[in-house]
């Protein structure tokens, strides 16, 4: 593997860690740990490291010591403002693009929900849960919107971590399928109306709650993740490889 494949790997590892809520806001994230466990420099884990402090998902304090993130309550407050004025628009677009196939693709993104809850794995559904609206995003076929959208789920996926009950899943997957039925009949009123309500429900199960530090082994969960995440392909960049991630494709 080439080395800046590795430093995409640790940067996918810890993005996919945090945001399955594995590593907890507050958690260190130590540059020479990072550097001995994935194998590389301190200066590429630094910089996979300021990417995800770009992301929101990471922040870097005194001594650029990296902690997983704890968004403030306000904080949290304006992502969820932003991600419904975001989400309501991206239902009228898919609307008006609306092609059939893209029902049958997001009906099969539903399965997986529905298989990952029946199965019990409720990190796996945190991580599809967004996935879907992220998909959602694509299907406007705006990628401005699909960047912003990608990363104010991602943001709230870790809001929840911080607020939410201990791994509640962030979205109720009925709701989901109702909003499926309503693109398909291309009724964008009753769409945006079931959209807006499905993240007031989000914000509204994101009670606050004591934030509890994560004592688990920071290199046993890294370990996993490098694992979960397959090695990028040659040459893809770090940020085409997260937006790829991000918008669910899997070669
Ligand atoms: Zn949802």
Known sequence: MRLSQKAD???????????????????????????????VSRTLVRAALAQLASEGLVSIGNKRTATVAQPSLEEARAVFEVRRCLEAEVVRLVIQRWQPAMGAALEGHVREEEKAAAAGEVTAGIRLAGEFHVKLAEMTGNPLLLRYL?????????????????????????EHRELIDALRKKQAERAVALMTEHLVGIESRALITEIVGSDADLSSILSRYAQAVEPPRAGVPMKRAAAKRAAGSRK
């Open 9 to 39: 790997l640790a940067y996918l590892a810890v993005r996919r860690a945090i945001i399955e809520q594995a590593l907890t806001p507050g958690t260190k994230l130590p540059e020479d740990r990072l550097a001995e466990q994935f194998g």
């Open 150 to 174: 990608s990363e104010v789920a991602t943001r709230c996926s870790l809001i929840l971590a911080v607020y939410g009950r201990p791994h509640s899943s962030d979205c109720a997957i009925n």
